[in-house]
């Protein structure tokens, strides 16, 4: 069925529709042997505040954005590859239920879906897509990833010389290298961490900057470690805190998922786990 000419037709469709979603902003999807797996609405645990975003799920990719107009207009894309994605299963927390974490070599981020059985799905998906990639293509697991950023509202002072009290003077920071919410004072090194960046010097709190340098001084020039949790959508060094104004979130999208057996698009109501995704 997925070799079916009606089958390939429909999968470019799909795909075409989900890359005139994201407009002129967005990179081109559509390439040979690349089928959309799945889609649905998940929330993003930023630095300041969780917002709502679509999620693609292709055979090779992971493609995430801003919700516009829901079904019709994303923004801000993100493409990741499945080599580089880790993920990990994260008990409930009080604010954030049916949780897991993303990690991936530049940046590593929460997400929520709005059911057990819709968090299950994705990492069933993911996990499933991932292993039938690496058995069909010479593609290798990235083996750094990003820790997660810690948000800014679970400090309210330095975490590193724990005196300095965040607030309209102090602003909050991020370490690029353990995610520790750090003053100004704290965090004035900078060092390049390869799997984030290769060549831009990033912020780093003083601890890993001394940790970093005696590290180079035994192997004679590794970096180290590895942060960093948003993109371009999150603000590189310590804004203003920002409110979760109501409504921002919007309302969850039930995923859809691709049947392989059938090569039909089925809602999570009679979601079936996935059995095997094609080889490319």
């Known amino acids: 069925m997925m070799d079916h000419p009606i089958f390939e037709r429909e999968n470019q469709e799909r795909v075409q529709a989900v890359e005139n979603s994201f407009h002129q902003a967005g990179k081109p999807l559509s390439k040979p042997g690349r089928i959309l797996i799945g889609e649905g609405t998940v929330l993003k645990q930023g630095r300041k505040k969780i917002q709502q975003k679509i999620f693609f799920l292709f055979t090779d990719i992971l493609v995430y954005g801003s919700v516009v107009v829901p079904g019709r207009w994303y923004k801000k894309q993100k493409i990741i590859p499945l080599e580089d994605i880790e993920l990990e299963d994260l008990e409930d927390s009080d604010i954030f239920k049916h949780q897991w974490l993303i990690r991936t070599p530049s940046k590593s981020f929460f997400v929520s879906a709005p059911s057990y059985e819709e968090k299950k799905a994705w990492i069933e998906h993911i996990n499933e897509c991932q292993s039938s990639l690496m058995q069909a293509t010479s593609r290798k697991p990235s083996k750094k990833?990003?820790?997660s950023w810690i948000?800014?509202?679970?400090?309210?002072?330095?975490?590193?010389?724990?005196s300095t009290k965040f607030g309209g003077v102090n602003r909050r920071h991020h370490c690029r290298n353990c995610g520790f919410l750090v003053c100004n004072s704290c965090s004035k090194q900078r060092a390049v961490i390869d799997h984030i960046h290769p060549t831009k010097k990033l912020r780093i709190c003083s601890f890993c900057y001394k940790n970093i340098n005696e590290e180079k001084v035994r192997d004679r020039g590794g970096s180290a470690g590895k942060s960093s949790s948003e993109e371009e959508e999150l603000c590189p060094?310590?804004?203003e805190n920002?409110?979760?104004?109501?409504?921002?979130?919007?309302v969850y999208s039930p995923s859809n998922w691709l049947d392989t057996k059938n090569g039909t698009w089925e809602r999570l109501s009679i979601y079936d786990y996935p059995?095997?995704?094609?080889?490319q």
């Open 237 to 239: 060094s310590g804004e």
């Open 145 to 147: 990833f990003a820790v």
């Open 242 to 250: 920002e409110k979760v104004e109501e409504g921002e979130i919007g």
């Open 275 to 279: 059995k095997s995704i094609p080889s």
């Open 151 to 162: 948000p800014d509202p679970a400090a309210c002072k330095c975490m590193r010389c724990l």
